[in-house]
């Protein structure tokens, strides 16, 4: 029986998974930079109230609502994005490396990284 070779080399592999956390962080940088224009660009005259608390209106703690068209308008839900994007890189490069790991069949790591990549899934989805 001949031993199979894996479709990518452990270096092909690192090189895509480096690349890809460079993408999102760059990604993620400028839906902040383009959020923050927006925000001064409407808000930058605005003298802030320091003294009033005012928290964030409701529907921004929920994906749904900070995605709805009519939040999207504003620049404070378009860093958030940013910021939504930038903390989705590092699960998203878990979940390719359980990709890679099947894709070698190296059942022991693909065991180890599912139980990591639903621990990220429940601590982002569960709170």
């Given at each position: 029986?001949?031993?199979?070779?894996?479709?990518?080399?452990?270096?092909?592999?690192?090189?895509?998974?480096?690349?890809?956390?460079?993408?999102?962080?760059?990604?993620?940088?400028?839906?902040v930079?383009?959020?923050?224009?927006?925000?001064?660009?409407?808000?930058?005259?605005?003298?802030?109230?320091?003294?009033?608390?005012?928290?964030?209106?409701?529907?921004?703690?929920?994906?749904s609502?900070?995605?709805?068209s009519?939040?999207?308008?504003?620049?404070?839900?378009?860093?958030?994005?940013?910021?939504?994007?930038?903390?989705?890189?590092?699960?998203?490069?878990?979940?390719?490396?359980?990709?890679?790991?099947?894709?070698?069949?190296?059942?022991?790591?693909?065991?180890?990284?599912?139980?990591?990549?639903?621990?990220?899934?429940?601590?982002?989805?569960?709170?």
């Amino acid at each position: 029986m001949s031993e199979r070779k894996p479709p990518f080399t452990e270096h092909q592999f690192e090189q895509v998974i480096g690349n890809f956390l460079r993408a999102g962080v760059i990604v993620s940088a400028l839906i902040v930079l383009i959020g923050g224009s927006v925000f001064l660009y409407r808000h930058g005259w605005e003298t802030p109230e320091h003294h009033v608390f005012r928290g964030e209106p409701r529907a921004w703690s929920t994906l749904s609502g900070i995605l709805s068209s009519n939040t999207l308008k504003r620049g404070q839900a378009i860093i958030i994005v940013g910021l939504l994007a930038l903390i989705l890189t590092p699960i998203a490069r878990v979940a390719l490396s359980l990709v890679a790991f099947a894709l070698e069949r190296d059942w022991m790591y693909v065991c180890f990284t599912a139980i990591v990549f639903g621990l990220l899934l429940y601590s982002l989805l569960a709170a």
